[in-house]
């Protein structure tokens, strides 16, 4: 007679997502360290990116990848390493958008499944992707994301470059061909980017609502509840059904 192991592993529903708890608790530490102004917990939001991101762009043996590596870092840690940490900071929101608009983007390559066709499948079943116009929808509804979310990063960007005062070409005594209210380093980062989120959020919902009008569709409750349980897998590509 067999005896059972002191240790038996543990279910495959029961491995902890790493990677993308990994990366809600960046998101949490940088709102919080720009709520709150404390650079530390900012700081230790950026490496931790990097650090979680690091093992995965390895393994890709991409160059593409390993070059976003080494830009995100370069952005982050260069003008903390020659003592200006505030400039590093500003980095992070570009940093973050640019990561999810690829997140996006990478799913509309020829092979791969649409991020939000993904979701609804994931969810709500083959069945409901199966619909009339769903997929099609949902693909377009992808795109939008990848859009918006690199047009936000940009956007970051331009702001971070060009702000007066305190964006880095001012704070590195370059002379600037285009000037932005120093105002925006701040309200974009803590506001900005988060109403522009909650409006997109909004309006695809009721835009979806009313094209999609002749379909059974989940409640906003439902099915954001889900995707909050589900998004690491959804992340990684891999189906777990709800």
Same mark, same amino acid.
């Given at each position: 007679? #067999?005896?059972?192991?002191?240790? $038996?592993?543990? $279910? *495959?529903?029961? %491995?902890?997502?790493?990677?993308?708890?990994? &990366?809600?608790? =960046?998101?949490?530490?940088?709102?919080?360290?720009?709520? @709150?102004? +404390?650079?530390?917990? #900012?700081?230790?939001?950026?490496?931790?990116?990097?650090?979680?991101? &690091?093992?995965? @762009?390895?393994? %890709?043996?991409?160059?593409?990848?390993?070059?976003?590596?080494?830009?995100?870092?370069?952005? &982050?840690? /260069? !003008?903390?390493?020659?003592?200006?940490?505030?400039?590093?900071? +500003?980095?992070?929101?570009?940093?973050?958008? #640019?990561?999810?608009?690829?997140?996006? @983007?990478?799913?509309?390559?020829?092979?791969?499944? $649409?991020?939000? #066709?993904?979701?609804?499948?994931?969810? *709500?079943?083959?069945?409901?992707?199966?619909?009339?116009?769903?997929?099609?929808?949902?693909?377009? /509804?992808?795109?939008?994301?990848?859009?918006?979310?690199?047009?936000?990063?940009?956007?970051? &960007?331009?702001?971070?470059?060009?702000?007066? !005062?305190?964006?880095?070409?001012?704070?590195?005594?370059?002379?600037? !061909?285009?000037?932005?209210?120093?105002?925006?380093?701040?309200?974009?980062? *803590?506001?900005? =980017?988060?109403?522009?989120?909650? @409006?997109?959020?909004?309006?695809?919902?009721?835009? %979806?609502?009313?094209?999609?009008?002749?379909?059974? +569709?989940?409640?906003?409750?439902?099915?954001?509840? +889900?995707?909050?349980?589900?998004?690491?897998?959804?992340?990684?590509?891999?189906?777990?059904?709800?």
């Amino acid at each position: 007679m #067999s005896v059972p192991s002191a240790n $038996p592993p543990r $279910p *495959e529903a029961w %491995r902890l997502p790493w990677y993308g708890v990994a &990366l809600f608790a =960046c998101a949490l530490l940088a709102l919080a360290g720009g709520v @709150t102004h +404390q650079h530390l917990l #900012s700081l230790v939001a950026a490496l931790l990116l990097l650090i979680a991101w &690091l093992p995965r @762009t390895l393994r %890709r043996r991409s160059a593409v990848a390993l070059g976003g590596w080494l830009a995100v870092a370069t952005l &982050l840690l /260069v !003008p903390a390493a020659m003592g200006h940490a505030g400039l590093a900071l +500003q980095a992070l929101p570009v940093a973050f958008l #640019s990561i999810a608009a690829w997140i996006f @983007t990478r799913t509309l390559l020829p092979g791969r499944e $649409p991020l939000v #066709s993904r979701f609804v499948r994931v969810i *709500e079943g083959d069945a409901q992707l199966g619909l009339p116009g769903v997929r099609g929808y949902t693909r377009s /509804v992808t795109v939008f994301w990848a859009a918006l979310l690199a047009g936000m990063a940009s956007l970051a &960007l331009l702001i971070a470059l060009f702000a007066v !005062p305190g964006g880095w070409l001012a704070a590195l005594g370059i002379a600037l !061909p285009l000037r932005v209210p120093g105002e925006w380093l701040v309200w974009y980062p *803590e506001a900005g =980017c988060w109403t522009l989120l909650a @409006t997109a959020f909004a309006g695809e919902y009721l835009f %979806r609502r009313w094209y999609l009008r002749g379909i059974p +569709q989940s409640g906003a409750r439902h099915f954001s509840s +889900q995707l909050i349980r589900h998004w690491p897998m959804l992340i990684d590509g891999r189906d777990e059904r709800a």
